[in-house]
């Protein structure tokens, strides 16, 4: 093989990844920045398992892969401030503040583990504005309080028209 043939292959290859973490951000609800040296084999894969159960993968890429895969979006130039050294991407691909609780839990355990920032709903936030985001209700609880929301006009007509009927049966 030419030196020519590897580096076009390597040049490919990067591609391929920047590809994937492009598909990635835009099927994502949220991703998250970490930077995660230090943290044992044994934490990683337990913080690893604990965000899939929220639908959430946590990957390892080069900064400036992440970088050309954020190329021209609006958070790009935040992004490149805060990718340097080892970090990983949280992607949510359900409940966007799910893995955030995750992270910042294992944070408070952890300290090693840095949470520098967060694309959310579409805007960049920075470490100093995510706690923000980690004490938000889950996807569920809200939709569980917008049913509780929808249902008391009708319960309240149910026991109005209810009182009616009794009240001409007593008649």
Do not use: H, W
């Not at 949220?30 to 959430?56: M, Q």
């Not at 504005?129 to 209700?137: A, G």
């Amino acid at each position: 093989m030419t030196e020519a043939t590897i580096v076009k292959q390597q040049v490919i290859e990067k591609q391929k990844v920047i590809d994937e973490i492009r598909t990635k951000l835009q099927s994502s609800s949220a991703f998250y920045i970490t930077r995660y040296d230090g943290i044992d084999v044994e934490n990683i894969s337990r913080l690893r398992k604990d965000l899939r159960s929220t639908k959430s993968e946590m990957k390892v890429f080069k900064n400036t892969l992440v970088n050309k895969a954020l190329e021209g979006t609006k958070y790009s130039a935040d992004f490149e401030k805060i990718l340097k050294g080892p970090n990983s991407v949280t992607f949510a691909f359900e409940d966007p503040s799910a893995p955030a609780k995750i992270l910042f839990d294992f944070a408070k355990k952890n300290e090693k583990l840095v949470i520098k920032g967060c694309m959310f709903e579409n805007e960049f936030y920075p470490a100093g504005k995510m706690s923000v985001i980690k004490d938000l209700p889950s996807k569920n609880a809200l939709l569980s309080m917008i049913a509780s929301v929808l249902n008391e006009p009708m319960a309240k007509l149910a026991r109005t028209l209810d009182a009616v009927k009794t009240k001409k049966e007593n008649m």
